[in-house]
């Protein structure tokens, strides 16, 4: 089974507008932590909000927030008021495990469109 | 301060040819990661260095992968007679971690080095 999932091959969002982005995981660990990375064409990974189990609250980070749902095993991206610059791909990853040096486990990532 | 930096950042080389990878993780950080994106694809991990030495190099596909971390700061992933599958960008990243069971160490990525294999 898939670690990470995400549904959405691409996306498209007028400027201004707010998008969601989704994301599944799996894991049996009482611990772990949930990331959301984008790349731009240029081909750097850029952290943008990580969530971990444990947290009663959703994290945000100014226009990026998660929305997570630990029943549902869901933690999708949230942006609001879209700008051009965000038209890039979008990976959702999983670290499992107690400890912040685990590998990260990534899905297959979104491409969000930001049109005029 | 300064990112993650890679070099090179395109490398072209020829079916059965080592090629070697450098990568120079953000200053002070102790932990340091080599994943490797196919075309389409998220990144998949390949190895972890916690200073010197290799903590997880369960990622690596098979022997031809080699990771080196000498001195606890610059990594270089070598592969030894290249494929044509070995193609893709390969990814490092680093984090400020010493295994204190913190929660939320995010792991910083380099620009990538583009290997093509022909």
């Known amino acids: 089974a898939q670690k990470i999932t995400q549904t959405q091959p691409g996306m498209f969002v007028q400027e201004k507008e707010a998008v969601t982005l989704d994301c599944t995981y799996d894991?049996?660990?009482?611990?772990?932590?949930l990331f959301w990375y984008k790349q731009p064409s240029s081909g750097e990974m850029i952290f943008l909000i990580y969530?971990?189990?444990?947290?009663?609250q959703n994290a945000t980070e100014g226009r990026y927030s998660l929305n997570f749902q630990k029943a549902r095993k869901s933690a999708n991206l949230v942006i609001s008021a879209s700008q051009l610059g965000d038209s890039a791909m979008y990976f959702c990853a999983m670290r499992e495990g107690e400890y912040d040096t685990d590998k990260l486990i990534f899905g297959t990532g979104t491409r969000l469109q930001v049109f005029p | 301060g300064a990112g993650v930096s890679q070099t090179p950042s395109n490398k072209v080389t020829e079916k059965g040819k080592y090629v070697e990878l450098r990568c120079d993780p953000i200053?002070?950080?102790?932990?340091l990661y080599w994943y490797r994106q196919s075309l389409g694809q998220g990144p998949e991990f390949l190895i972890y260095f916690q200073g010197t030495g290799a903590a997880d190099d369960s990622g690596l596909p098979n022997d031809r992968f080699f990771a080196v971390r000498p001195e606890g700061s610059v990594s270089t992933l070598k592969i030894q007679r290249t494929e044509r599958g070995d193609s893709a960008v390969y990814l490092c990243a680093s984090s400020l971690s010493d295994r204190s069971g913190r929660a939320g160490e995010t792991q910083y990525f380099g620009p990538g080095t583009r290997l093509l294999v022909l």
């Open positions: 200053s002070g950080h102790t932990a």
């Open positions: 969530q971990g189990s444990y947290d009663q």
């Open positions: 894991t049996s660990d009482p611990s772990y932590g």
